[in-house]
């Protein structure tokens, strides 16, 4: 079962979408393990973002991720990096799947609406940045089995 972190970027809370991107997620079959609502500091925004330090985009990547709270959630299930990665579609809404969130509410990288993991390992990484072991809660659902095989 694989974990990914997801945050509802500054630009999807102020456009009032969080409820759009976590509800695509969920109706996905993916279970919510942690969730809240969280004012990003500076100092977590630079570990959180660390792999891409020194890079152009970097002090305004920072900006925008602190601009405004953000939702950060933990959601599980099977392939989750994966089938998360492709809901949420390509960096660049210009280049993202039409129908995925990206491609349907954005236009520039600079205000692509969400973050998620891009491996099982960066998953485990920034779920821990995010929430205390407390925190993540592996729980069953009844429709469980109507999901996953
Ligand atoms: P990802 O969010 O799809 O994993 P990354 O390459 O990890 O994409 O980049 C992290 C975030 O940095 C992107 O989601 C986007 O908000 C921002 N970003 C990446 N490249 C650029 C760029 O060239 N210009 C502006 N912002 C960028
Ligand atoms: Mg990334």
Redesign the pocket.
Known sequence: MERTLVLVKPDAMQRGLAGEVIGRLERRGLRIAAMKLIQIDTALAKRH?AE?EGKP?FP??VE?ITSSPVIAAVLEGPNAIQVVRNTVGA?NPVEAAPGSIRADYGLE??R?LV??S?SPASGEREAALFFSPGEIISWARDTDRWIVE
Request: net charge neutral.
């Open positions: 973002y891409h985009f305004g990547l925008y960096t990288r600079g692509n973050h998620a891009d």
